[in-house]
C-alpha cells in the first residue's frame, strides 16, 4: 500500500481579486473586501427608461457620425464609378 501524504498544494489562498468583470462567475454585487453581497438599490420604472433614453443619447453621436461616414463612403464610390 503506498504512502498517502496531504498535497502540499495550497488551493485557498489568493493574491488578486477573481471577480473581473468578463468572467464567468463575475458578480456585480459582490464586494471586494470581505466578499458578502451589498444591497443592489431598486430601480423604478421611470428610472429605468430614463436610464435607457439617456443611454440612446449618449450613443446617438457616434451612430450618426458611422451613417454619415458610411452614406459619404457610398456617395464616393457612386461619383468614381458612375
Keep these: 500500500m503506498k504512502n498517502k501524504r496531504e ?3 495550497d488551493t485557498e ?3 488578486a481579486d477573481m471577480n473581473v468583470e468578463g468572467f464567468r ?3 456585480p454585487n459582490l464586494k471586494k473586501s470581505d466578499g458578502t453581497r451589498r444591497h443592489r438599490p431598486k430601480v423604478t420604472s421611470k428610472e429605468y427608461w430614463q436610464l435607457v433614453r439617456a443611454a440612446f443619447a449618449a450613443y446617438l453621436p457616434v451612430f450618426v457620425i458611422v451613417i454619415a461616414a458610411f452614406a459619404l463612403m457610398m456617395l464616393i464610390a457612386w461619383l468614381w464609378v458612375g
Excluded: A, G, V
Design 7 to 9: 498535497d502540499d498544494l
Design 13 to 15: 489562498t489568493t493574491f
Design 25 to 27: 462567475w463575475y458578480d
